[in-house]
């Protein structure tokens, strides 16, 4: 069978046929991610490609694309976790940053110390006041009986008292 870059379509699959000798040069690519991505529908729900284009250099607006953009879709809300003395260290450093580069900085250092809790898991830690809000947006957990270094972040089921992980 010949060597064939394949992109899905509405219709089932797509050989290019005219890139066999080189399925990574350029040309080969630009046609897979035309078929992949301008024919198959909208992969642009939240309007960002509207953002950044049609309008000039001078009126693109980052902002609004990076505010509708997510990496990954989930509904979940980042919290950190100031473990270990460079957590805590880098936690102490943020709470206190005034200036707005400084906290985007100390936020970018503390993304290794940040998980993703769904919106049941994060009101209730609100709820118990378990979590401190910093800088308008910033979600730091306060309590550090509900981490574990070997299981993660733990939460309280509803029917017990007892930490169970969370799935």
Not at 26 to 40: C, E, G, N, S, V
Not at 51 to 79: C, H, M, N, W, Y
Not at 122 to 147: G, N, Q
């Amino acid at each position: 069978m010949p060597n064939m870059l394949v992109a899905p379509t509405n219709r089932g699959h797509s050989g290019l046929p005219d890139h066999t000798d080189d399925p990574l040069a350029l040309t080969a690519i630009d046609h897979y991610f035309h078929l992949y991505y301008w024919t198959r529908g909208n992969h642009d729900s939240k309007g960002i490609l509207q953002e950044l284009t049609g309008r000039g250099t001078a009126q693109i607006q980052f902002k609004s694309a990076a505010d509708k953009f997510s990496l990954i879709d989930l509904p979940t809300t980042p919290v950190i976790i100031p473990r270990g003395k460079n957590g805590a260290t880098l936690c102490a450093r943020l709470r206190i940053a005034e200036e707005p580069w400084q906290i985007r900085y100390l936020a970018r250092r503390l993304q290794r110390y940040t998980v993703n809790v769904w919106p049941g898991q994060y009101r209730r830690l609100v709820d118990d006041r378990k979590l401190e809000t910093w800088h308008d947006k910033i979600y730091v957990l306060t309590d550090m009986s509900l981490y574990s270094e070997t299981i993660g972040l733990l939460h309280q089921d509803g029917s017990d008292d007892e930490m169970q992980e969370i799935a």
